[in-house]
């Protein structure tokens, strides 16, 4: 019946229900030990346009059908797994992008991925400074998760480049919320709220997005160090001495060598246990020069082994890659993976603090992170889950009880997603939960959109 | 009675009833044609921390009294008006600012003035980004009117600075959000919805602001154009060039003659009709050469005529000044002054319209405004609340429909206050109107806080 009405609304074609082929989307890229379970009876439907999708929710509203929205499936805390029965709603096809170069904005819609993001950008000569991870996620669900990446040290995360957003209400409206503007005003900011919703107050159909000028010349330095926390001390120095830089990395040794191994690549750094990699930016060759000179210095006062400079894209981009596949290489072995965020100068006391708990299981934490914005992803390795001396758990939740403690946040830039919901009363106290589900219900009185995420679900 | 128990939570001396001594609290900088009258009964009371602001908002919750929250006053919609007898609850006793240069971060209790925040981040050698004019506002209320100004087109709005706030609600519970944080994912962003709601969410009681190094020098140019058309096409390609400006204002000469000599200066242009004035900042002097230079003779390819180029502090604050003070001396002829905003390329095409509306109304409507960022602020005058050939109402509406045909806002950044309500309905549909209804009803489910500001009040 709900099949016959969906084929109505999207046509044959876009409406799935045989599992086989529905199989990649029924989850993301949550570590197993800790990914929800999708449902059963599920239909997977693939809308070409903001009115299709307004249709399928108007149609799940009337009949109360759980509706999971989905962009590239690339999360990692099972913000898009469906998990009840209902549909599974896919935004790939919404596929168009424009570039306004007088007003230096790119206005996607919500399927266009990272990549055919970059590409078109970079294509006018022009440049989308955050750059969330994995390229095969979508616009649309980045903007809905408010993603971060590495290079919000100088950039920002998501929420600074999303000026505009087309999004579709669980009862079927269409808002047309900001536009290609720097400054908006008008009423309370409807966007900024479903911003970082994860699909659970509307479906995003479209975003406007600020692009920049292509900056000219930039440098990927990695710093090595003996100790951890010469490293990390050498950070509030750099960022206090006038030089922004893009980016901001700490990476311990074993995440580093585990995935060059993965890569079949080689680590440059011969020496050092700990890195620091920065990445900077400028007009022209030599201002990059100073820089790297500039944090070359502040890096040696604090013990800092001889850097590696990257110039060429080549260079820089061997190094990224390594960076980029430190999660994948340790995904096999991993139990979970947290996202928490200090102020960025407590990040010394954090990974102290990680590195106490770690002893305490008896396991092994490595972490990697953006030292540069305060946000840390320590690994929890399948050991704790299949050791005597204690439990994923409580481990993870003594990690989150130091992290407030410094000041900090559950996640900086993944989300909550189903599988932080458990521990969110750490975090969050009851009114803070309570203003949350009154506004959730204001949004969907019926409760139909991503049921499970960010707001737990009692049915 | 309600006096009695005020007195009981901030003292005796903190309330205070007697009209003459609370006048200044009764307005804000609004024009006088279109400014709200203030209600008859009113108390002012001044609490000195977030525990007395919420032992206040609890009485007035429970006794269901208007509680009209007030910074600085420096307020353009008459925000800060208080329309129903009620209390005043005035922010200037929380005083307290920490600066954290580990992390480059103020912690500024609500009632510290902007001139008190900038000084005091100098006094530690660092730098806060936005300057949203009147120095004399107040923080608790920039963040709570999401403050915008010149500088926005570098470094953003108030909201791009504001990782953290503490905010008391309506029913007198105290919400501590984000932090000394720079990414933060955990649930929905309740932060940015306060941020811009104008005190009627919650009464914002201290912000966690982020800085920056300081910059090492800056220039401010001003170049002349004879036809204003010239000046505004300038602008995109200024943005494309790779430079990022702090901030590229558009000025008439009408609005900087009127200004120089209410302020006893001498424009220093001999030539020219309308004006482009940028900031750049930068590593070097000759960083800064190099900027101006490249502006310049993008500007000549439009036309411009020789520029001017304000190097020493002195020189540059006195074009600041005269830039800063067009709206105070234009307010003794002003009928009120709008906040639209477009996408930055078609600024020109807005002043076009703008013009015509002027001449079907047989008025002139002198223009200044944030031209690298779109934000104009076009001034209406008393002939036209006098003159026969039409009305403020009717020009001002007609100004709005051209500005919603471009793509634009109703307002950029001065706020809808309660001046703009009569015309929100040309810019938030009807399914808006209702989110925000039901948000508000979320927060202040008496409707307590800040009534007919933002939201419509039928009482």
Same mark, same amino acid.
């Given at each position: 019946m709900m099949v016959k009405k969906l084929k109505d609304i999207v046509g044959q074609r876009w409406v799935i229900t045989d599992r086989e082929r529905m199989i990649d989307y029924l989850t993301d890229e949550t570590a197993a030990s800790v990914k929800p379970k999708p449902a059963s009876e599920l239909a997977l439907v693939k809308p070409a346009n903001s009115k299709e999708v307004s249709g399928i929710l108007k149609l799940a509203n009337c009949e109360r059908i759980p509706v999971f929205p989905r962009g590239g499936g690339t999360g990692l805390c099972g913000g #898009? !797994? %469906?998990? +009840?029965d209902g549909i599974i709603l896919s935004l790939e096809r919404l596929k168009g992008i424009e570039i306004d170069k007088d007003n230096l904005m790119a206005i996607a819609e919500a399927g266009v991925t990272l990549k055919?993001?970059?590409e078109k950008v970079e294509e006018q000569g022009l440049f989308f400074p955050p750059h969330p991870g994995d390229e095969s996620a979508q616009v649309g669900g980045l903007a809905a998760c408010n993603a971060g990446g590495s290079r919000a040290v +100088?950039? *920002?995360?998501?929420?600074s480049y999303v000026k505009g957003i087309e999004a579709v209400l669980p009862t079927g409206e269409v808002l047309k919320l900001g536009g290609e503007l720097l400054k908006n005003n008008t009423g309370y900011d409807l966007m900024h709220l479903i911003i970082g919703s994860e699909g659970t107050l509307a479906v995003i159909t479209r975003v406007i997005l600020r692009l920049f000028p292509r900056v #000219? #010349?930039? #440098?990927?330095?990695?710093? %090595?160090?003996? $100790?951890?926390r010469d490293a990390i001390n050498a950070v509030p120095e750099i960022l206090q001495s006038g030089i922004i830089p893009l980016a901001i990395e700490y990476m311990d040794r074993i995440s580093v060598e585990v995935s060059s191994e993965h890569l079949g690549l080689e680590w440059p750094c011969k020496t050092g246990t700990a890195y620091l990699m920065i990445i900077v930016e400028g007009q022209s060759e030599e201002d990059i020069h100073s820089q790297c000179e500039r944090i070359s210095r502040i890096c040696h006062r604090h013990h800092g082994l001889e850097p590696? !400079? *990257? $110039?060429?894209r080549k260079e820089q981009d061997k190094i990224l890659k390594i960076r980029s596949n430190i999660y994948s290489s340790l995904k096999r072995d991993l139990a979970d993976t947290i996202d928490i965020a200090v102020p960025p100068a407590s990040m010394g006391k954090l990974m102290e603090a990680i590195d106490r708990v770690a002893e305490r299981y008896g396991t092994t934490i490595p972490m990697c992170g953006h030292a540069g914005d305060g946000n840390l992803h320590p690994a929890l390795m399948k050991d704790l889950v299949e050791n005597k001396r204690g439990n994923l758990k409580k481990a993870k939740r003594e990690i989150y009880q130091e992290t407030v403690k410094l000041g900090g946040t559950m996640t900086g830039e993944h989300g909550l997603g189903r599988i932080r919901i458990p521990d969110v009363d750490i975090f969050l106290d009851k009114k803070r939960l309570e203003l949350m589900a *009154? !506004? +959730?219900k204001v949004f969907d009185p019926n409760g139909i959109l991503n049921p499970g995420c960010i707001i737990k679900c009692d049915k």
């Open positions: #898009a !797994i %469906p998990t +009840k055919e993001l970059v +100088k950039y *920002g995360v998501m929420r #000219a #010349a930039s #440098a990927t330095m990695v710093i %090595p160090y003996n $100790i951890r590696l !400079i *990257g $110039i060429t *009154g !506004i +959730k």
